[in-house]
């Protein structure tokens, strides 16, 4: 069974960076996107960022410019890297697989981002 372990969350101050990293465990068949969503207090899980096997990239346009997504599709890792954090970024955030193959979709557990002075 394929499981998504994301890493390096935690507390950072107002315009500082962060990296957070997601890797798989196991292998997807025909792996073709992945990406980082997020969930803050009160609020719905929302899109952060995704990209493709072939490495097109689609930004919420709250991280547009500030956030920049990676990937390994062969390693099934993907990146997320964070900066000029503000305040409204504090989530938690959660790595997702979609299999172009089999339609099924994988989510790790997430991890938490807060940011505050």
């Known amino acids: 069974q394929v499981q998504l372990v994301e890493s390096g969350g935690g507390l950072v101050q107002p315009g500082g960076s962060l990296r957070l990293s997601c890797a798989a465990s196991g292998s997807i068949f025909r792996l073709g996107v992945m990406g980082w969503y997020r969930e803050a207090p009160g609020k719905e899980r929302e899109l952060v960022a995704t990209i493709t096997r072939i490495g097109t990239t689609n930004y919420a346009d709250s991280v547009k410019g500030r956030f920049t997504i990676s990937g390994d599709f062969a390693k099934i890792t993907v990146y997320l890297q964070m900066n000029s954090l503000k305040p409204d970024d504090t989530a938690v955030y959660y790595c997702?697989?979609?299999?172009?193959?089999?339609?099924?979709?994988?989510w790790g557990k997430g991890t938490l981002v807060t940011v505050s002075s």
């Open positions: 997702k697989a979609v299999s172009s193959g089999s339609g099924m979709l994988y």
